[in-house]
């Protein structure tokens, strides 16, 4: 018992011993493995090695206790003894600008870089975790006794690796739209990890490293060194200095759940079938039972009492009859009144009628003078041919917004663009001289072929234009974001990687062995870090384009798979150049390089090349240029139905008789009505200033001439059947003839005019300045055709009577007024067709096969496609075609888009800063963060990537620990960080509040440096190039004004792609105005033109529904208020316009201002197939309906089927013809589809709807007609 303290004792003494012993050994390990500069590096010229040193920890000088403060915070050692010296503070400060630029967005990853840097270079530790494995002498006699380090290993904790790259792997670089690591890791972010990210800085191929830094990864003692494994934080924590946590765009783990789009709305189906073929079909079948049923208990009843095809269902005197139209009933009120206004409307327009024939002269010249007195309007006459005025209203949301983009930041730059693809098919694997696994390239990347293009691109470059005697080059037009210091044009080239030289192109570094970089190094590398002045290959050539900003390879490249940039299949070069609002003679210039790019680019060949181009004046020549190619065809086809209508006026009783029977002169007086009446149309708006469009010039004269013939035929055709009574005068007959027809007439002439007027209430330009020019053309026509044209009909009349030729007048023939008979088309109107299609067995089937199309066409109305395919402008033969083609095949973004914040948002502000920024400390839900989470649903939200923000990037670029933001100390004036002047000092003080972002006056005091400042190798923030026209400042820059953050959409194709980008970004910017209080709405350069698509179904209901209400309402009134006729002929037009949609829908004609433009067209034409059918049946004075229906359709139908059907035949099938493709789908399709469908549901469906269902009689224009024609020749023709 008494050994045991002794024992104890002796184990104490043991371990003291032991711990004294490692405690020496540790002191001894804490000495440091360099300290100082010494002798200049031999690969990276401008560097130095670190002085061999492994003495223990000098005390810093107190010069450099700011700078260690700002580099290594919180880096306190008590005395500050340290491995480093102020000057190897410096280095580091300058070796790591770029870094610090782009990463101190987010603190906790610059913490953790800086912890990184600093233990290497200062750590007082060193020994620990570095082992200098290369040491030679200096060979600067100044340095004699000197040794450089050249060589190092660092042993770095892996937890500590990892724990760095996972705080940073998120950060963005705003200004060029990807992640910061892109720019700092040597390649792809997708491609970095901790290891080779750390490996790449400490990589002497970087430019930065002045030797070797051999990273050693390790979280256990390696060969008795002890990994640097110091704390680290999460981008998700805040610092000790107060720093919070990074930002949601900075940092994935600090967002919360990834947006997940909303679930597309299920198809609405009925049993796995579309819902509205469904419920047509069942409508269908209810109707066809109910209907037949209706008929066949019609027919048995009728069989049962009396045997006669018009028994009691039709015979007007039986009690059960529909017809009811016993004559000895007394007549209502209502039916008074309509034979009061019918007789008031007759007696005036048989007495004008009467007057005009009597006084031909008078009239004549009277029309003559007012005509020529409108149409010399014509001379202020403007033709609109801007698409933007076209397509979009000065008063529309998009185009107010595109005046507000304009007149802050400048119109959006006009474009010329090739995309170049080679027929050749090669493919060649490059291997990398430092490892990796081979990469193909695509035949497109081949330097041989690269050569040629950049030969092209140069010659380009080189086109001289001329414009009012003056040259003009690219330089003079083009967009030089950093003018005037740097006058190079934006060129969005894969050849700008290669600064636009062919030497650059060759440049390659190796020996007679191995090529170790070469343009394949530096092309992998460039389109990942596209805005990097210095590449990390042996070549170290910059990637920044020559205009001083970066190329993305998503906009230089096409045809590639995922980011696979090297599998490329074609080149994209873009050339932009400025646009301008209000200065033509500098857009006059631009207008004339295009064109001398366009003339050039038709002449290049080259068998290695296959380029599609185009230039921004390139849709409107292509459209030009048809216009100028349609103008044959249009020519041809009114030619056509002109000659038609010279002849088919006339008459013929015999050949003898043929050139006094025919009417080829009246024929071309009516057709000179009709376009004079278009020419006073066209004369009378442009008096008033109102521009003309190429739609209004194209289909104008087409509907008048559809309205103004029949018209003709009607007159013409009426007097040529009519009976001149005892003792009447040819003026009094003309005037009774009048009075019968030009109610009719005055009926569809006035519904088309109210309808077209009603038509100019909408906001669609095309729409509404075609519906103001044909309402008025119509109107027009009719009053010279009641007025000129009877004139000239009493002429012809009084002529043909004594026997005079037709245009030969002075010929007179010998008295033979021949036999008069019945025309042709009356005749097979009147003995065959009308009581065919009136049988009792055809009637039901002509319901049901009518019924049967209605119901198609409505299950199909939400099936007819919104928009215009940008495709069907250009001519066939176009080369625009091609570029379209390609552009849908190889390109893989969308057009940039713009959030703008309007003008009125404090930025100097925290909250308004905090509403739109995307770093530390901004809000969740402001703008940078809502278009950021939406970039990453892109295939929901169609934008395709992060912002690039003005806002985040100065608050980079102003840090006090930047180099960045400099002034010169006398002066105040900007410093630039390339700038090596003494008297140059931070703009921020190295102070905790300086440290925060400027506010206030120091917001506004240093942000025009901001955006003066050109990007370079010091300080890649400035931010002249990416922002100068982003931000709108006040005079004497007093305050910020409009500002706007620009992204991509994802590429789009077709017109619903267009369409939806649209209406998700006002989505987008609809929220973010909620959200930050104040308006903020995105802008693209084709929202003017794909606006109307979100409104064009409502706008199309709008104006059709106006049109058929006006028609509705007129057609009461002046068919001598019987609603009833009224509401036949509305339902009638309604189904033709029905109709029109099922035929668009089969023909695949899209809705949008052209084609709702005839639509608005074939509801004014419609009119004239039913209105004077309906109106014939409503004064028929027959026993029954379907005996006034076949008496409406034989005297009435004959007219309308020569006047407009025949008529427009002809010339509508000329218009197959065509080049342009939008007049074969939208004029030759559609106008066929009108008169087709108009002329069978006028001619076939109509009368047998009356047959059935039509107006009773009225009883008081039947006492009227009995009273007026008793005792006279003209009784007996009541029944003729």
């Not at 713009?898 to 800063?913: H, T």
Request: charged share 15%; net charge negative.
């Amino acid at each position: 018992m008494g050994l045991l303290p002794e024992r104890s004792n002796l184990f104490i003494l043991l371990f003291v011993i032991l711990l004294t012993e490692g405690h020496y050994r540790w002191v001894q390990a804490q000495h440091c493995v360099w300290y100082g500069e010494c002798g200049e590096s031999v690969k990276v010229p401008g560097k130095k090695y670190n002085c061999n040193y492994t003495g223990p920890p000098v005390p810093l000088a107190s010069e450099g206790y700011e700078l260690l403060t700002e580099l290594c915070p919180g880096y306190n050692y008590g005395n500050q003894s340290l491995c480093c010296d102020v000057n190897q503070l410096r280095t580091l400060k300058g070796s790591l600008q770029l870094p610090l630029q782009f990463l101190s967005r987010c603190p906790a990853c610059f913490f953790n870089l800086m912890n990184l840097f600093c233990e290497l270079t200062c750590s007082p530790h060193q020994s620990l975790f570095m082992n200098a494995t290369k040491i030679t002498p200096d060979p600067d006699p100044k340095l004699a006794g000197k040794s450089n380090v050249v060589e190092v290993q660092y042993y770095i904790g892996q937890t500590f690796a990892n724990a760095m790259y996972n705080a940073c792997k998120d950060v963005q670089a705003p200004s060029s739209n990807v992640k910061a690591l892109s720019l700092l890791c040597g390649k792809d972010a997708k491609d970095c990890n901790a290891t080779n990210w750390i490996q790449y800085m400490f990589d002497i191929n970087n430019g930065q490293s002045p030797f070797p830094i051999i990273p050693i990864f390790s979280d256990a003692p390696v060969s008795s060194f002890t990994p640097m494994n110091n704390q680290t934080y999460d981008c998700t924590e805040g610092l000790e200095d107060g720093s919070g946590p990074c930002s949601c765009q900075d940092c994935a783990n600090a967002c919360g759940p990834k947006p997940v789009p909303p679930p597309l709305p299920p198809p609405w189906t009925i049993l796995g079938i579309d819902a509205m073929t469904v419920i047509m079909w069942i409508s269908y079948v209810a109707f066809l039972l109910i209907f037949i049923g209706a008929v066949l208990g019609a027919w048995c009843y009728r069989k049962r009492t009396i045997m006669s095809e018009y028994g009691p269902i039709l015979d007007s005197n039986n009690p059960l009859s529909l017809n009811n139209d016993n004559p000895d009933q007394d007549a209502s009120c209502c039916e008074t009144l309509g034979e009061r206004f019918e007789n008031a409307m007759r007696l005036l327009f048989s007495a004008w009628g009467s007057f005009c024939v009597r006084q031909p002269l008078l009239v004549i010249l009277g029309t003559m003078i007012l005509v020529a007195a409108s149409s010399a309007g014509l001379v202020y006459m403007r033709i609109t041919t801007n698409p933007v005025d076209l397509w979009s209203s000065p008063s529309s949301q998009a185009r107010q917004e595109k005046d507000y983009f304009d007149s802050h930041f400048g119109p959006f730059f006009r474009t010329e663009q090739l995309i170049i693809t080679t027929p050749l098919n090669d493919t060649f694997l490059y291997s990398p001289y430092f490892g990796g696994s081979d990469v193909p390239f695509g035949a497109i990347l081949d330097k041989d072929f690269l050569h040629q293009v950049l030969d092209l691109q140069l010659d380009i470059e080189g086109l001289v234009a001329t414009y009012e005697g003056q040259n003009v080059t690219l330089k003079d037009i083009c967009l030089s974001p950093l003018a005037p210091y740097n006058d190079n044009c934006t060129i969005l080239s894969v050849l700008n990687y290669f600064q636009n030289s062919h030497s650059v192109l060759d440049h390659s570094i190796g020996d007679d062995f191995y090529v170790y970089a070469d343009f394949h190094s530096h092309f992998l590398y460039c389109v990942s870090s596209p805005a990097s002045l210095n590449d990390t290959t042996l070549l170290h050539d910059p990637c920044m384009g020559t205009f001083g900003g970066p190329v993305f390879p998503w906009l230089a490249l096409g045809g590639y798979d995922d980011t696979n940039y090297n599998n490329a299949t074609a080149l994209v070069i873009t050339f932009p150049v400025n646009n301008y609002l209000n200065d033509t003679v500098k857009l006059g210039k631009a207008l004339a390089w295009e064109k001398e790019f366009i003339r050039f680019m038709k002449s290049y060949n080259n068998p290695n090349l296959t380029i599609a181009f185009n230039s921004e004046r390139s849709i409107e020549d292509e459209i030009d240029r048809e216009s100028d190619s349609d103008i044959s065809t249009i020519v041809v086809s009114y030619a056509i139905m002109f000659v038609y209508i010279s002849l088919a006026l006339g008459h013929i009783h015999s050949l003898r008789r043929l050139m006094v029977d025919s009417k080829i002169s009246l024929g071309i007086a009516g057709i000179l009505i009709v376009l004079s009446s278009v020419a006073c149309s066209l004369g009378i708006f442009s008096y008033a200033g109102v521009p003309l469009t190429l739609i209004v010039i194209e289909v104008i004269p087409f509907l008048v001439l559809a309205v103004g013939v029949d018209n003709i035929f009607i007159i013409v055709q009426t007097y040529q059947r009519d009976e001149r009574m005892h003792q009447e005068e040819l003026h009094q007959q003309i005037g009774r003839i009048l009075g019968d027809v030009a109610p009719s007439m005055f009926l569809s002439s006035f519904s088309e005019t109210v309808a077209f007027f009603l038509g100019a209430l909408s906001n669609m330009p095309a729409v509404r300045t075609f519906s103001m020019f044909a309402g008025l053309a119509v109107f027009i026509d009719f009053l010279l055709q009641i007025s000129c044209f009877v004139s000239l009909l009493g002429l012809d009349a009084r002529r043909q009577e004594g026997n005079r030729l037709d245009i030969i007048c002075c010929v007179k023939l010998p008295e033979d007024q021949g036999e008069k008979t019945d025309g042709f088309l009356f005749r097979f109107f009147k003995k065959t067709y009308a009581p065919f299609i009136l049988k009792e067995w055809v009637r039901p089937i002509v319901v049901a096969v009518f019924v049967g199309m209605l119901s198609f066409s409505i299950a199909v109305v939400n099936k007819v496609e919104i928009g215009l395919d940008q495709k069907l402008s250009m001519p066939d033969d176009s080369y625009v075609l091609d570029y379209f083609k390609n552009m849908s095949m190889f390109l893989h973004t969308g057009p940039p888009v713009y959030f703008v914040v309007e003008d009125g948002l404090n930025y100097s502000s925290l909250e308004g800063q905090n509403a739109v920024c995307g770093g530390v400390g901004c809000n969740n839900n402001s703008l940078v963060q809502q278009v950021y989470y939406a970039s990453l649903i892109s295939n929901y939200t169609t934008v395709a990537f992060t912002p690039s923000s003005w806002l985040d990037d100065y608050f980079d670029w102003v840090k006090p620990q930047s180099s960045c933001c400099r002034y010169f100390n006398a002066t105040g004036d900007f410093c630039n960080a390339s700038v090596v002047n003494p008297s140059c000092v931070h703009c921020r003080p190295m102070t905790p509040s300086g440290k925060q972002r400027p506010e206030g006056e120091d917001f506004m005091r240093f942000l025009p440096m901001f955006l003066s400042d050109n990007p370079n190798i010091k300080c890649g923030k400035g931010g002249h190039a990416a922002y100068s026209a982003a931000v709108d400042l006040y005079p004497d820059d007093t305050q910020v004004g409009a500002t706007y953050f620009m992204t991509y959409h994802t590429i789009l194709q077709e017109s619903p792609d267009f369409i939806e980008a649209l209406k998700m970004a006002r989505i987008l910017a609809d929220n973010i105005t909620q959200s930050i209080g104040h308006k903020v709405f995105p802008y693209s350069v084709f929202y003017v033109f794909y606006e109307q698509y979100l409104t064009i179904a409502y706008d199309t209901a709008l104006n059709l529904s106006a049109s058929l209400a006006a028609i509705f309402v007129v057609s009461t009134v002046l068919l001598g208020f019987e609603l009833w006729s009224a509401v036949l002929v509305s339902i009638t037009i309604a189904m033709i316009l029905v109709n029109m949609f099922g035929v668009m829908w089969l023909w695949g004609i899209s809705l949008n201002a052209v084609s709702l433009v005839n639509l608005v067209m074939s509801c004014g034409i419609s009119v004239e197939f039913c209105s004077h059918i309906v109106r014939a049946f409503s004064i028929s004075v027959k026993s029954n309906r379907v005996e006034r229906a076949e008496e409406a359709l034989a005297h009435m139908g004959s007219s309308v089927f020569s006047g407009i059907t025949l008529t427009k035949f002809g010339g509508i099938l000329i218009l197959a013809l065509s080049k342009s493709q939008i007049f074969q789908i939208f004029y030759f399709r559609m106008y066929l589809a009108i008169v087709l469908l108009g002329a069978t549901h006028g001619l076939i469906f109509l009368p047998v709807l009356l047959s059935y269902i039509g107006p009773s009689a009225n009883k008081a224009k039947v006492f009227a007609a009995n009273k007026r024609y008793a005792g006279t020749e003209r009784e007996r023709l009541l029944n003729y």
